[in-house]
């Protein structure tokens, strides 16, 4: 047990690695890219983005705090809906969590790219109309490489690593945002009437928010939660953990969107509007045209350390999540084998380097790949609120030590949340995530069929809300307003009325598919398979 105690994770520590997770590429290009799109409006998209995922977070908090597990977002979903949906939720939150690691690389090289020095026009070849090069890709590896090698070792030597950076990286968001004010704030910039503070509509703060990263920038609160296993006293750091970091977080990123719109020049915004506003690298190129050179210096400094402290961060994610997908049998054993030392998934970690390579080739830029994130992300959270309640009615009597009065109308508000701003990712990224999520459909029906041998027909009669749910996203997003993408046969806003009145019904369906009780395999399965998992289910701590 001695062993085992010295790679315990404290409280500090666990905020520390969610915001070195939180505090990633989105403060250097979500601002600029949401103004672009919603004008001074984008400080709404970020109040808003906050809410979603913080509703979202604290469905996820009571069932981190019931199961402190490693990788315990990937298995939630089977405790009370079975196996299928429990694959489908672990199978899209993988997805999500393995391209969060090529962006992070990709937003590095593209700061790279845009190095004003002389010297450096080598790197300018790593970036070309706006998609990462051969040359690029070969940098965005070998950053890919020194991310994973980080986790190799050992989970002290990476959260020694995430609590160094964790600081700059909160600093340098701060001084950016009082150096540019006390610079020259604009405050004419966000308009005199309700027209000029929303340039582009209502319609544009909401595509702002999944588009332009905001999402995707929150995402992170899931680092504590899937590092429950690993943390000294889980079922109350995590709760505190996830909502210290989220608050503090959301503070950060409105802050440097209010500080982003009011330092742009009046006369630039005269000549070209909130959609000219086209910065390759938003808050360096603000720096360099404000003259403040030491700033600019920093800044392209932090588009390494922010990016590179968010890809180590997800590895250790991400290499748990697909660990934790081998615990149910449906993904071959080696895959979740542990290090006998450090208590590591190495062969997951490695998994997930080849896959992210694979997806940084297909997938070239930086808002590509932010906005595969938020679909699948938001696919995989639409488990959380109906897991939650459904465990509170087939099992009452579990140990709960995050059970807050509000949680019955909180989750259904967080399922019609994330539901909108899964539309909200415009077609056809909707229907080309589905897909992508579709394909791990066949692996689990090998491993069922060769290995299992269960009866797939009664696990579709807990699973059929979910697969009738994506269908009808699809449809809603072709068929939805051409704000979003789609054919305009419904019009903004009648749009976010079906899908509110439409989501609600899948919500109350999905509670009344759950299984009877506790899923029985995992009830009795977790406590061998996880190593360094705390006493969960009913034991107390």
């Known amino acids: 047990m001695e062993k085992l105690k010295r790679h315990k994770i404290g409280l500090f520590s666990a905020i520390m690695l969610a915001l070195n997770s939180l505090i990633g590429s989105g403060?250097?290009?979500?601002?600029?890219?949401a103004v672009k799109i919603a004008g001074p409006a984008a400080i709404l998209s970020w109040i808003l983005g906050a809410v979603i995922i913080i509703a979202i977070a604290l469905t996820y908090v009571e069932l981190g705090a019931m199961f402190p597990e490693s990788g315990g977002m990937s298995r939630y979903a089977q405790y009370s809906h079975g196996p299928l949906?429990?694959?489908i939720a672990a199978w899209a939150n993988w997805i999500s969590l393995v391209t969060l690691v090529p962006m992070e690389a990709v937003a590095a090289v593209q700061y790279m790219s845009s190095w004003p020095w002389s010297w450096a026009n080598w790197t300018k070849n790593f970036i070309k109309n706006g998609n990462i090069t051969f040359e690029g890709i070969g940098v965005v590896f070998l950053f890919m490489l020194i991310f994973t090698m980080i986790n190799f070792w050992s989970?002290?030597?990476?959260?020694?690593?995430?609590?160094?950076?964790?600081?700059f990286k909160i600093l340098l968001p701060t001084l950016t945002i009082v150096t540019l004010i006390c610079s020259g704030f604009h405050a004419q910039n966000f308009g005199s009437n309700i027209h000029e503070f929303?340039?582009?509509?209502?319609?544009?703060?909401?595509?702002?928010?999944?588009?332009?990263?905001?999402?995707?920038?929150?995402?992170?609160?899931?680092?504590?939660i899937n590092?429950?296993?690993e943390l000294k006293n889980p079922r109350k750091n995590i709760v505190r953990g996830v909502l210290i970091s989220m608050l503090i977080t959301a503070a950060i990123y409105i802050m440097l969107q209010v500080t982003f719109i009011?330092?742009?020049?009046?006369?630039?915004?005269?000549?070209?509007?909130?959609?000219?506003?086209?910065?390759?690298?938003?808050?360096?190129?603000?720096?360099i045209i404000l003259g403040i050179n030491w700033l600019v210096i920093l800044l392209y400094l932090d588009a390494f350390v922010s990016p590179f402290g968010t890809g180590v961060a997800f590895v250790a994610t991400a290499s748990r999540a697909l660990a934790a997908m081998t615990h149910t049998r449906h993904l071959p054993k080696w895959l979740g084998r542990l290090n006998q030392k450090y208590l590591i998934p190495r062969y997951a970690m490695v998994t997930d380097?080849?896959?992210?390579?694979?997806?940084?080739?297909?997938?070239?830029?930086?808002?590509?790949?932010?906005?595969?994130?938020?679909?699948?992300t938001l696919i995989a959270y639409l488990t959380g609120p109906v897991t939650v309640m459904t465990l509170r009615k087939i099992s009452p009597d579990l140990d709960r030590p995050f059970k807050p009065r509000y949680m019955p109308w909180l989750a259904p508000i967080a399922f019609v949340l994330t539901s909108l701003a899964i539309y909200w990712s415009m077609w056809p990224t909707t229907i080309q995530v589905i897909l992508?999520?579709?394909?791990?459909?066949?692996?689990?029906?090998?491993?069922?069929?060769?290995?299992?041998?269960?009866?797939?027909?009664?696990q579709l009669k807990h699973c059929w809300w979910m697969i009738v749910y994506l269908i009808f996203m699809s449809i809603m997003s072709y068929v939805g307003s051409s704000g979003f993408g789609g054919q305009d046969w419904i019009k903004y806003p009648f749009d976010f009325v079906v899908i509110i009145i439409i989501s609600l019904c899948f919500y109350y369906w999905g509670i009344k598919s759950a299984l009877p009780k506790l899923d029985p395999y995992v009830k009795s399965a977790l406590p061998k398979l996880d190593p360094y998992a705390e006493q969960i289910a009913q034991n107390k701590k």
Do not use: C
């Open 27 to 33: 403060w250097l290009f979500g601002s600029g890219s």
């Open 85 to 87: 949906l429990g694959f």
């Open 155 to 167: 989970v002290k030597i990476m959260t020694h690593f995430t609590n160094l950076i964790s600081v």
């Open 198 to 224: 929303m340039p582009y509509g209502s319609r544009s703060i909401f595509e702002a928010t999944s588009v332009s990263g905001i999402i995707m920038s929150y995402d992170a609160f899931q680092t504590v």
């Open 227 to 229: 590092m429950g296993g």
């Open 262 to 287: 009011g330092a742009v020049e009046p006369s630039m915004l005269a000549k070209v509007g909130w959609h000219g506003i086209n910065f390759t690298s938003p808050f360096a190129d603000l720096a």
């Open 353 to 376: 380097l080849v896959l992210a390579t694979i997806l940084v080739s297909l997938f070239r830029n930086w808002n590509l790949l932010a906005t595969v994130i938020t679909a699948a």
């Open 436 to 458: 992508v999520i579709a394909l791990g459909l066949p692996i689990y029906i090998y491993y069922e069929i060769h290995y299992q041998h269960s009866n797939l027909k009664a």
